[in-house]
Structure formats: structure tokens, C-alpha cells
């Protein structure tokens, strides 16, 4: 099979033939899958620099999130088969053509949703919709605050505090990035390149009524951008930390959390998924349902072929990519 292979960490993956799975060796519980397209995101960027929460031991390739078709199953495996359509959370390898995936992340693809929007949508949607729903448990006329809004992300918690019923202040860089956050269904967008985030949510707030700021923060860029959001928060809010795009972990004053009774939630989706199996169960049900009715709608601003791969991590490391970029696995046989 083709794939994108990474020798070390640090080093620059290289585009080879690469052996097929082996089915016989499939271990109980795992499903080999021929990949139909593979979801990009930041932390493929970090996993290649051994700098992701999991690191693989020796050769890998990245990608996180698959569609695609069964083509064996291991021992044990029973709600899916051979011949089916499915997408799945690999712990790593979706860049290749064939992937093995744990069974307990593998799910059918009900009909209507494609491959290309079930690639795009487990890990950008299910981070969103668990983290606002589950861990900041947002109520209706609440004011959430999202930044990096037109991202893969962000932009999906636009979407996913809106069906909350949340008011939502969305963060961007430029005016195209704004506009995208404002088609998506946000309620006030920030220009962060040319205005202050801290001032601009402290006066959108009070015309809202709540001059004292915010009750969420969506966060998945760290770095200054935190430091303005705790700036701008009400007393109780909750501060989600997704991830660090900026590249500067922030460094939490405890003081600042202890004089306004601030929570700083931590949310990893992949961990989250395994530690609460039946949530993870009843909440991915209800993300496609929606994704099935098209109540949610991934927007996938380019579809690169997989040898293209390199492209879509550039575009990304770069911070030019704007909703979700996807892999066509299927483009090299």
C-alpha cells in the first residue's frame, strides 16, 4: 500500500510503498479498513514531532481519523463486517491507504453521510460538542467566547454552542476568517489582528446585558490569547483548554481563578472517549444523527489527494487552512 511513513520523530515523512496489514494478524477486537479519506489536523503536526500525548514506537504514519470501508475484522468484532462503511479513530496511520483500528471507535456510517464528511467530522465535531456539552455543561442564553472560530476546530464550536443555545463571540484573524465565523452562525465576530479581544468582549457583553464578561471560553490556541480571556470572564466562568495552536502553553495565575471562582477544563477528546465509554457512545449517536440530518455540516475547504498529504500539514502548520481539510486515500490506487 501507499503511505506516508515518519522513521523518527522530527523527521520529514516519506512518501513509500509500505507493506499491506496482514489479516491473519489481525488481534481480537481490531478492524482493518481500506481508508476512502483521512482527516488533517493540528495535532498530526505535533505527533510527527514526538510532541502529542501518544507516540508511537517506531515507524508510523500520522492521521487520526478515517473513513473508509471494512475489509477484515478480528476476533470478537461483531457490529461491523467486511464490506461495510465506517469511520474510525486510529490511534495513528490514516495517512495510507489501509489502516487497523481498536473496534470500540469504529462505527457505521448511516446512510447519506459520505466518506469525505465522516473523515472530516469525528474529531473536530466530537471535540466541540463534548467539551461545551459535557465538561462545560453550557446552558440556553449563555455567552460563549471561541477563538480561533474559522479553524477546523473553532469553527465547529461556533456550530455546536449555537445548537446549545448559546450566544457565541467568535475570534478570527482577517476579514475573510471573521466572515466565515458569521456565516457559521456566530453572534459577534473579533478581528484579533486588529482588535483587542479583552476590550471588544468586555463591550460586546455589556450591551448583552452581562457586563462582567463571558461564562465559557473555548480555547484551542493558548498562548496571549488566554491570557486575554481570563481578562474578560465572569465570576464562575469556565475556561475549556482544547490546545495550544500558538505554540506557548499558557501558565495559569491561580490567583485570577480563585478571586472570580474560575474553572479551567481541561479536554482531550481521544483520552475523554476512552475513560467514558458510555457517554462517548450517546454523544457520538447524537453528533451523526445531526450530521445525517444536516443540521451540522462540515465544511471542508479543500480535499487534497494523499500524496498531497504534505500540502494539507503545511496549510496547517501555517495557520492558512480555514474549516477542515480532508485526504483522499482512494486518489493513489
Same mark, same amino acid.
Given at each position: 500500500?501507499?503511505?506516508?511513513?515518519?522513521?523518527?520523530?522530527?523527521?520529514?515523512?516519506?512518501?513509500?510503498?509500505?507493506?499491506?496489514?496482514?489479516?491473519?494478524?489481525?488481534?481480537?477486537?481490531?478492524?482493518?479498513?481500506?481508508?476512502? #479519506?483521512? $482527516?488533517?489536523?493540528?495535532?498530526?503536526?505535533?505527533?510527527?514531532?514526538?510532541?502529542?500525548?501518544?507516540?508511537?514506537?517506531?515507524?508510523?504514519?500520522?492521521?487520526?481519523?478515517?473513513?473508509? =470501508?471494512? /475489509?477484515?475484522? $478480528?476476533?470478537?468484532? =461483531?457490529?461491523?463486517?467486511?464490506?461495510?462503511?465506517?469511520?474510525?479513530?486510529?490511534?495513528?496511520? $490514516?495517512?495510507?491507504?489501509?489502516?487497523?483500528?481498536?473496534?470500540?471507535?469504529?462505527?457505521?456510517?448511516?446512510?447519506?453521510?459520505?466518506?469525505?464528511?465522516?473523515? #472530516?467530522? @469525528?474529531?473536530?465535531?466530537?471535540?466541540?460538542?463534548?467539551?461545551?456539552?459535557?465538561?462545560?455543561?453550557?446552558?440556553?442564553?449563555?455567552?460563549?467566547?471561541?477563538?480561533?472560530?474559522?479553524?477546523?476546530?473553532?469553527? =465547529?464550536?461556533?456550530?455546536?454552542?449555537?445548537?446549545?443555545?448559546? !450566544?457565541?463571540?467568535? =475570534?478570527?484573524?482577517?476579514?475573510?476568517?471573521?466572515?466565515?465565523? /458569521?456565516?457559521?452562525?456566530?453572534?459577534?465576530?473579533?478581528?484579533?489582528?486588529?482588535?483587542?479581544? /479583552?476590550?471588544?468582549?468586555? *463591550?460586546? !457583553?455589556?450591551?448583552?446585558?452581562?457586563?462582567?464578561?463571558?461564562?465559557?471560553?473555548?480555547?484551542?490556541?493558548?498562548?496571549?490569547?488566554?491570557?486575554?480571556?481570563?481578562?474578560?470572564?465572569?465570576?464562575?466562568?469556565?475556561?475549556?483548554?482544547?490546545?495550544?495552536?500558538? $505554540? !506557548?502553553?499558557? @501558565?495559569?495565575?491561580?490567583?485570577?481563578?480563585?478571586?472570580?471562582?474560575?474553572?479551567?477544563?481541561?479536554?482531550?477528546?481521544?483520552?475523554?472517549?476512552?475513560?467514558?465509554?458510555?457517554?462517548? @457512545?450517546?454523544?457520538?449517536?447524537?453528533?451523526?444523527?445531526?450530521?445525517?440530518?444536516?443540521?451540522? /455540516?462540515?465544511?471542508?475547504?479543500?480535499?487534497?489527494?494523499?500524496?498531497?498529504?504534505?500540502? #494539507?500539514?503545511?496549510?496547517?502548520?501555517?495557520? !492558512?487552512?480555514? *474549516?477542515?481539510?480532508?485526504?483522499?486515500?482512494?486518489?493513489?490506487?
Amino acid at each position: 500500500m501507499k503511505a506516508w511513513v515518519c522513521n523518527a520523530f522530527g523527521e520529514k515523512p516519506q512518501w513509500v510503498d509500505a507493506p499491506d496489514p496482514v489479516v491473519s494478524a489481525l488481534q481480537p477486537g481490531q478492524v482493518l479498513i481500506d481508508v476512502a #479519506a483521512c $482527516g488533517v489536523n493540528f495535532a498530526d503536526t505535533l505527533i510527527l514531532l514526538g510532541k502529542y500525548q501518544k507516540r508511537p514506537d517506531g515507524p508510523f504514519s500520522p492521521g487520526f481519523e478515517v473513513s473508509g =470501508t471494512v /475489509r477484515a475484522v $478480528g476476533a470478537d468484532v =461483531t457490529h461491523v463486517k467486511p464490506g461495510d462503511a465506517v469511520m474510525a479513530l486510529p490511534d495513528w496511520g $490514516g495517512y495510507a491507504e489501509q489502516v487497523i483500528a481498536d473496534g470500540r471507535f469504529v462505527i457505521p456510517l448511516p446512510d447519506g453521510v459520505g466518506f469525505n464528511n465522516a473523515a #472530516a467530522f @469525528q474529531i473536530a465535531y466530537g471535540t466541540s460538542w463534548f467539551a461545551l456539552k459535557y465538561r462545560a455543561d453550557v446552558k440556553p442564553g449563555e455567552i460563549v467566547l471561541v477563538h480561533g472560530a474559522a479553524g477546523g476546530v473553532g469553527l =465547529t464550536a461556533v456550530e455546536c454552542a449555537k445548537l446549545l443555545g448559546a !450566544t457565541v463571540i467568535a =475570534t478570527a484573524g482577517g476579514a475573510d476568517k471573521c466572515q466565515i465565523a /458569521r456565516d457559521h452562525g456566530a453572534d459577534h465576530v473579533i478581528d484579533y489582528k486588529t482588535e483587542n479581544i /479583552r476590550d471588544r468582549v468586555c *463591550g460586546i !457583553t455589556a450591551t448583552l446585558g452581562q457586563p462582567k464578561g463571558v461564562d465559557v471560553v473555548y480555547d484551542p490556541v493558548g498562548g496571549d490569547v488566554f491570557e486575554q480571556s481570563l481578562r474578560c470572564v465572569a465570576p464562575g466562568a469556565r475556561m475549556l483548554l482544547i490546545g495550544f495552536a500558538s $505554540g !506557548t502553553v499558557p @501558565q495559569i495565575p491561580a490567583n485570577i481563578l480563585l478571586v472570580k471562582n474560575v474553572t479551567a477544563i481541561g479536554f482531550y477528546f481521544g483520552a475523554y472517549l476512552e475513560q467514558n465509554p458510555d457517554i462517548a @457512545q450517546q454523544g457520538m449517536a447524537d453528533l451523526l444523527g445531526r450530521l445525517q440530518s444536516g443540521a451540522i /455540516r462540515p465544511m471542508i475547504s479543500h480535499v487534497y489527494r494523499l500524496e498531497q498529504a504534505m500540502d #494539507a500539514l503545511a496549510a496547517i502548520r501555517d495557520r !492558512t487552512a480555514t *474549516g477542515k481539510l480532508v485526504i483522499d486515500c482512494r486518489a493513489s490506487r
